[in-house]
């Protein structure tokens, strides 16, 4: 990415970044944030504003967006983009509505799956199909292990 701007709230001067990075469209990282809970860190208070974007004006107005209490002329390229430590982080309904949510957070047996999995599909595309009719037999023999188990109760009482 170029132009990107790696910011947090440590930073005296953030908010400048910020503000310049809107106005020229630079992409923002925002690094090792805990919560945004405008509660718990005035600071993101700035950050519930992504949404209060506005056309002021005639058509090819200006687009603009509040940032504290300094409106600032917005240009569509500007990206943010905001990272956290926390292993699960909360978010508020307001927040997880407005943005997109990307859980990074994997295993390396995970990783080691997906890989065979796509080498399977690349070597022998008949063995990925079966294990794929495996994995459905097997869904169904839960789902109806499950029927039978609600069944038996259900004559138990």
């Known amino acids: 990415m170029q132009g990107l ?6 930073m005296p001067d953030y908010l400048l970044v910020l503000e310049n990075a809107i106005q020229f469209g630079n992409p923002v990282l925002l ?8 509660s718990l860190n005035p600071s993101a208070n700035s950050l519930r504003v992504w ?5 002021r004006g005639l058509p090819g107005g200006r687009l603009l967006l ?3 209490e300094k409106e600032v002329e917005y240009n569509p390229e ?3 983009y905001i990272t956290t430590k926390l ?21 390396e047996q995970g990783l080691e799956a997906q890989l065979l999995g796509i080498v399977v599909c690349k070597e022998r595309p008949e063995l990925e199909e079966q294990m794929d009719s495996l994995v459905i037999s ?11 188990e609600d069944e038996i109760l259900r004559l138990l009482s």
């Open 31 to 38: 690094q090792n944030v805990q919560e945004l809970e405008p």
């Open 51 to 55: 949404v209060n974007i506005w056309v």
């Open 87 to 107: 292993s699960n982080p909360h978010y508020t309904p307001e927040i997880s509505t407005k943005t997109n949510i990307v859980n990074f957070a994997i295993k």
């Open 5 to 10: 701007k790696v910011i947090d709230f440590q």
């Open 78 to 80: 500007f990206r943010l």
């Open 138 to 148: 097997i869904a169904s023999g839960k789902k109806s292990l499950q029927e039978l």
């Open 66 to 68: 509040t940032l504290g």
